[in-house]
């Protein structure tokens, strides 16, 4: 591992942001090189005013660094710097890339990469279309990126591993403040099966100015970015656009048109996403640029819908009135001419069958995984 310490340093020195990052690494090579470059050189790069070459000639490595890269190897985690050869490689291609990530895994084998993104208050039908997906694309050897977000996030990363496949978690906090919380079991298992990544310091929390930060490069590590379900106003766009201004493929995934939590993917989809039904669409777009390794190629689809046990007349009739979204038990009443008592009886065989999921005030929906 190369000395990570002048990395540290140099990003770190007032002024230096992930542009002129790159712009000096791209003159200069390395950090150290930098630090020892006269300021009439370091002036000479765009951006480098002659206040900033003082600047970073002058500044040092400190203990807290010191610290902070001790702490690094007594966690167990590791550094990648964008000069070594596990970096994500399409992160090359951004402006800004990160100079340096934070990594808990193993951070390797990232070129056949996919987004897939979304709300983090999901519907049923939203997280098992993720996970769908995500099972579908790692059976041919793709990777999956995601935010480990509540939602469609975790519903991604688990549909990923539950299908043996590699996926990548990217943090809008340090790696040591894993958020949301509840997730640290989804961070052990994607560090096993993947890697957990992160720009940001051990100990930085989630600030809101992070995630957009996070965002790119969440689609800046892919090929792709699918977005699942996103209401109006949602980060999963803020990465969408993101993945546009970064030359990357956008693929969006319908949902109903009575649930404002699909509005911006099917704004997407207006603007010329790429509609999603089932893996072969995401496929279609991006063979070109992959080695497919599924057995099937591009004949693979997403899984199918599982068989049905047995069912009465009436148990059926109730069955295929659900929707993938919660419809309210006089809503399914009206439709079937059952009265509540019977209606009731029947969604309580069908939940125990596993066909059927109760929400919150009397709704029910069909289950699809």
Known sequence: MKNILPWMALQQVPGIGNYLFKKLIDRFKSPENVFNADVQALTQVEGISKKLAYCISAHNVTDEMRKELDLVFRKKFSIVTMAEHHYPALLHQLPDPPPLLYVSGKLDGTMNNMAVVGSRNATQYGISMAKQLAGDLVALGINIVSGMARGIDTAAHRGALSGKGKTFAVLGSGL??????????????????????????????????????????????????????????????????????????????????????STGTHGLLKQGAKLVEHVNDVIEEIHPLIQIEGKDGLNHNISEKKSLPDLDPDELKVYEALEPYPVHIDTLSCITGFESGKIAGILLELELKGLVNQSPGKLFSAKED
């Open 176 to 261: 040591a403040r894993i958020y949301p919380p509840e997730n640290k079991k989804l961070f052990n298992d994607i560090s096993e099966n993947g890697a957990v990544v992160s720009e940001f310091p051990l100990f930085s929390e989630p600030d809101a100015f992070h995630f957009p930060q996070r965002n790119r490069i969440i689609c800046g590590m892919c090929l792709g970015t699918i977005v699942v379900e996103a209401a109006q106003k949602s980060g999963s766009l803020i990465t969408a656009r993101l993945a546009v201004e970064q030359g990357r493929e956008v693929f969006a995934v319908p949902g109903s048109v009575r649930s404002f939590k």
